[in-house]
């Protein structure tokens, strides 16, 4: 039992946690629960009046074609583009954490992306392979005869915004795996290279196991990130389209919300989208505590 | 022996063009911003330095307002990342040095929440909210409302609690007072996770995209993310130069905080993961 301050200061325990706790009701528990109740309402055309609707908002999501649609590719893009970005990070912070010539220069260039937001690396990935002036559709074009254009293909820009989106999220993911890395004792690893393990053997036997708390925190962190910045590529670049392949949940919830002004409508989706996160969030909590190996 | 060289060069080989794929849109924006508009257009497209920077950087600079932008973001950056790092010493000082009162752990569950609730969840009350406040367009809106962090509380709670127990019982010999001992010996204790929570905070605020696109509206208080947005024309053709040139300015203080701090930044964690 670690020792404290005597109970005549408590009054100052309360004093030091009031701001964090004020701001979180006022802005962040406040609002959320606000959202639960606008959700059962809908405005009139004119935004003047809210009428109860119940639970209609949600009927209507569920049975929406286009809401599926924006659930559907966001999970699959989060996904995808999550198991990218953390196999490759690990892979060269594995490679890179070794004393091999050079290994300085390699690191410090593999962390650059962490300083792009979503929206820059959009951009910046845009162009590289953008249809008329891309270097990097260019030469795919030339080399295989395939024509990369995320402008009118629908599945060019979904695999533009899994690139953009896993290339930020490497940088992050390294800077991790690196610092994580850094806490395998070599000579753990030396007892194990001299009982004849292969790097394979070593890798997963031995250093997997070690970092699999990062690596799960990781995971967590990762889909929470990539599942809901990703808007600021989709905002600056293909605005959903083509033909709604890139209309990820957080991208409708914006329009519906702030351009058609349906706020009942998108209130019914940030409950739909808290839904999700309370189960990934629970999840969390329920696993990292058992399936992760502790040092 | 020779088995080793082999493979080692291999590994080389691997990193070269792994480090090559990952550093080249860098490079590539960067080569894009000194060309002219004339050349951007041309096939085959161009790799190579262009004749055109200073006047790119100029026109970027210029057109977007970029020294108000900077400004803007740079000061909700620093102001964000500071209150975060003062809210949440402050509240794991309170939780890790203070006996049982009354409602700990469920100030400590209202705090962890926030984890379940990022912006999307609650975006139309708490912008009907900065309305009813008259924070929309204004600094308040863009600052205030993101000062509680789980993460911060956690991190530094964590780290308190690796803190041995002699060092209080010591203090309290010596008749010390909670804010002395805060004061005096918990903050430069913690001087390396400050660090690393101020760089992932500076990084995380001058990133945001969806509340500023939703809060502002004016040049006073419009960030870099969104002033790089507005020199992207939906109807005519993009001068891909002079936006590279004003993402090249966008990116260059994240980046500045993040190498200079990128030792402590990695210390921090290190450190976290001891216990």
């Given at each position: 039992m670690q020792s404290k301050f005597s109970k005549k200061y408590n009054f100052l325990a309360y004093l030091l946690l009031s701001p964090s706790i004020i701001i979180v009701i006022t802005f962040l528990i406040y609002p959320s629960l606000e959202s639960l109740y606008l959700s059962f309402f809908r405005s009139t055309p004119f935004g003047n009046r809210q009428i109860f609707v119940g639970l209609e908002n949600f009927a209507r999501l569920l049975t929406s074609e286009t809401y599926w649609n924006s659930l559907g590719r966001s999970l699959i893009f989060t996904a995808i583009t999550v198991f990218i970005s953390i196999s490759f990070s690990l892979l060269l912070a594995v490679l890179t954490n070794k004393n091999i010539r050079g290994v300085k220069i390699y690191k410090s260039l593999l962390i650059w992306p962490f300083a792009f937001s979503f929206a820059f690396s959009g951009i910046i990935w845009g162009v590289l392979m953008h249809p008329n002036v891309g270097i990097m559709s260019y030469y795919i074009q030339l080399l295989t005869g395939f024509e990369f254009n995320w402008v009118n293909s629908g599945s060019a820009a979904f695999i533009l915004l899994i690139i953009a989106s896993s290339w930020r999220m490497l940088g992050y993911n390294f800077i991790f795996f690196i610092a994580a890395l850094q806490n395998v004792s070599p000579s753990l690893l030396e007892s194990a290279e001299i009982d004849g393990a292969n790097p394979f053997i070593k890798f997963w036997k031995i250093t997997f196991p070690l970092i699999s708390p990062i690596t799960f925190f990781l995971l967590i962190m990762n889909t929470l990130q990539v599942f809901f910045l990703t808007f600021g590529i989709v905002d600056v670049l293909t605005k959903g389209g083509p033909a709604r392949a890139t209309d990820i949940v957080t991208y409708k919830l914006f329009r519906d919300a702030?351009?058609?002004?349906?706020t009942g409508y998108a209130s019914a989706q940030s409950i739909i989208l808290f839904v999700i996160v309370a189960g990934i969030t629970i999840f969390q909590f329920k696993y990292a505590g058992k399936k992760v190996f502790y040092q | 022996m020779k088995k080793i060289k082999v493979s080692r060069l291999f590994l080389h080989l691997f990193l070269i063009i792994s480090v090559s794929l990952i550093a080249f849109p860098i490079v590539y924006a960067f080569l894009v911003s000194t060309l002219d508009v004339n050349q951007v257009y041309t096939s085959p497209p161009q790799l190579r330095f262009g004749s055109n920077l200073i006047n790119n950087y100029r026109e970027a600079w210029v057109s977007s307002n970029m020294g108000r932008l900077l400004l803007n973001s740079g000061f909700i950056s620093i102001v964000t990342a500071l209150g975060k790092i003062v809210l949440s010493i402050c509240a794991a000082f309170a939780f890790t040095y203070f006996g049982n009162f009354k409602g700990k752990n469920i100030l400590f569950l209202i705090i962890l929440i926030t984890h379940m609730l990022p912006l999307p969840i609650r975006i139309v009350p708490t912008y009907q909210l900065m309305d009813n406040l008259n924070w929309l367009d204004s600094y308040y809106a863009l600052t205030v409302p993101f000062f509680a962090s789980a993460t911060g509380v956690l991190l530094f709670r964590q780290f308190y609690m690796t803190i041995p127990h002699s060092l209080l019982e010591a203090s309290l010999i010596d008749g010390i007072t909670p804010m002395r001992f805060l004061w005096s010996i918990l903050l430069p204790l913690s001087k390396s996770n400050i660090v690393a929570l101020f760089t992932i905070e500076f990084i995380w605020v001058w990133n945001q995209y969806l509340w500023p696109l939703v809060v502002t509206n004016s040049e006073r208080v419009r960030v870099v993310q969104i002033g790089l947005k507005m020199l992207i024309p939906s109807d005519a053709q993009p001068e891909w130069n002079v936006i590279m040139a004003a993402l090249i300015i966008g990116v260059i203080p994240p980046l500045v905080v993040y190498l200079t701090l990128q030792k402590s930044l990695v210390e921090g964690f290190a450190l976290q993961q001891d216990k």
């Open positions: 702030f351009l058609s002004m349906r | -």
